[in-house]
């Protein structure tokens, strides 16, 4: 049983650019989370999805966006690259009210 | 958000039980205390949660007190595998929807020397 699938593994864009990073939920799981991880800094909650809706959201600009679709894979998508959006993002997958919560192993952005 | 406390680092001997305490003074009735690790970058793994019962698993032992207030968990025998960051979390459920999101601190750094 695949667990949560995140792709790419490594990244690396350039100042402006647009960026689209992909999660494939484990098996069984219909809600997927969006994290950041800065260097040294504890993950920070972006946004989640359920039901192909936006649901709750953390203290992001619009700059970040998701989608999820009807298999419940998602997509982050950042537009307009700061260099500070260099970070690891992690994608976690969890099914009804939250249980089974677990995570990817993260796709590393870097921006030059 | 995070709603918990933790030393920022800890060293624990190789064989030795390593206890990690976590502070959630806050704590709602209907929120459980989770607990997770990070492994050099990895994502974060599950060890174990709970309610307001202690509670034991294969990785893990978390003991909650009465008042919920703290919490501790206790890995009996550390090997050099379990250094990592330790992560407590309390588990929020947001607005009517259910949904329930993990709001992660700066976690305990356990370093386990031989």
């Known amino acids: 049983d695949a667990g949560v699938t995140q792709s790419p593994t490594h990244l690396i864009k350039t100042r402006g650019q647009q960026v689209t990073l992909r999660c494939s939920p484990k098996?069984?799981?219909?809600?997927v989370s969006w994290y950041q991880q800065a260097l040294g800094q504890g993950p920070q909650f972006i946004f989640q999805?359920?039901?192909?809706?936006?649901?709750q959201r953390g203290n992001f600009p619009d700059r970040f966006s998701g989608h999820q679709f009807p298999n419940y894979s998602s997509e982050l998508n950042v537009n307009a690259l700061l260099l500070g959006d260099s970070a690891l993002y992690l994608c976690?997958?969890?099914?009804?009210f939250g249980y089974g919560y677990t995570f990817g192993s993260g796709t590393r952005l870097t921006v030059v | 958000d995070a709603k918990t406390t933790q030393p920022t680092s800890m060293d624990c001997a190789e064989g030795r039980a390593a206890n990690l305490p976590c502070n959630h003074s806050?704590?709602?009735?209907?929120?459980?205390v989770y607990w997770y690790r990070q492994i050099h970058s990895q994502g974060p793994q599950y060890i174990i949660h709970?309610?307001?019962n202690n509670e034991t698993n294969e990785m893990a032992s978390l003991i909650i007190t009465e008042d919920r207030k703290s919490s501790t968990l206790i890995l009996p025998h550390a090997t050099l595998r379990d250094t990592a960051v330790y992560y407590c979390?309390?588990?929020?459920?947001?607005?009517?929807?259910?949904?329930?999101?993990?709001?992660f601190g700066t976690g305990t750094r356990l370093t386990v020397i031989p």
């Open positions: 999805y359920y039901e192909e809706e936006e649901r």
């Open positions: 709970g309610l307001k």
């Open positions: 976690a997958s969890s099914g009804e």
């Open positions: 806050t704590i709602s009735g209907n929120e459980y």
């Open positions: 098996s069984g799981h219909d809600t």
């Open positions: 979390i309390v588990r929020v459920a947001i607005g009517q929807t259910g949904a329930n999101n993990l709001f």
